[in-house]
């Protein structure tokens, strides 16, 4: 069964600073897709950025941008210029099979003013 | 645009007691899903709805029921609620492919005693 985990269970960041959330992945899969979702305080799941595995090049919004090394399978989440409003769990999910979604423990990141 | 939305919010329980999580989407997709949030494991998929008139298990079914009544409505009942059915519950709906991103709810935050 694919797993997806994510190694740091919390991270902090200096406001207008960047960090790195790190998402690996065990699949035997060559056709997949990868996400990243936010959860604020409000619960709420926020859909931040996803990757399709056949694409070379890395996803980008906006400040958010993912380092896809598809040969390690690793996923990470780069947040340039971090916000207040960043502060949330940060979850990494992998899709191949139709409607089955694997969710990693989650990151909570903390932002410093 | 209300997305997904979810009813109630917040649940006590006794152990035994039954109780139906009620769901609606208004973005006409045809996928909808069931997840439990538990610290530190992620979401993990409950039942899923790959369309109208089908539903089958995800990764934890057990104790669990669902009814998709229409394309917009999708709920999830537990007969006779245990202690370890405490949790945050999420529904989800999504377009159909693997690269559709899932879209949630605010969650119900569900206690049995």
């Known amino acids: 069964a694919q797993t997806v985990t994510q190694s740091q269970p919390e991270m902090s960041v200096q406001e207008a600073e960047t960090v790195t959330l790190s998402c690996t992945y065990d699949?035997?899969?060559?056709?997949?897709?990868l996400f990243w979702y936010k959860q604020p305080p409000s619960r709420q799941m926020i859909l931040v950025i996803r990757?399709?595995?056949?694409?070379?090049q890395n996803a980008t919004e906006n400040r958010f941008s993912v380092n896809f090394q598809k040969a390690a399978k690793s996923f990470s989440l780069k947040i340039s210029d971090s916000q207040l409003g960043d502060a949330a769990m940060y979850f990494c999910?992998?899709?191949?099979?139709?409607?089955?979604?694997?969710f990693g423990a989650g990151t909570r990141l903390t932002v410093k003013p | 645009n209300a997305g997904v939305t979810q009813t109630p919010k917040f649940q006590v329980l006794k152990t035994g007691q039954s109780m139906t999580l009620q769901c609606a989407q208004d973005?006409?997709?045809?996928?909808m899903y069931w997840y439990r949030q538990d610290p530190g494991m992620g979401l993990r998929l409950i039942y899923y709805s790959a369309s109208e008139g089908t539903t089958d298990k995800g990764e934890v079914p057990n104790g669990y029921n669902v009814s998709r009544l229409n394309k917009r409505e999708f709920s999830l009942r537990l007969e006779s609620a245990a202690p370890s059915q405490t949790s945050v519950y999420f529904c989800?709906?999504?377009?159909?492919?693997?690269?559709?991103?899932?879209?949630f709810g605010d969650g119900t935050r569900l206690s049995i005693l």
């Open positions: 990757q399709e595995a056949y694409k070379q």
């Open positions: 999910a992998y899709r191949s099979a139709p409607f089955f979604m694997r």
């Open positions: 699949t035997s899969e060559s056709d997949y897709y």
């Open positions: 973005m006409n997709h045809n996928s």
């Open positions: 989800a709906s999504s377009e159909t492919g693997n690269d559709q991103p899932q879209h």
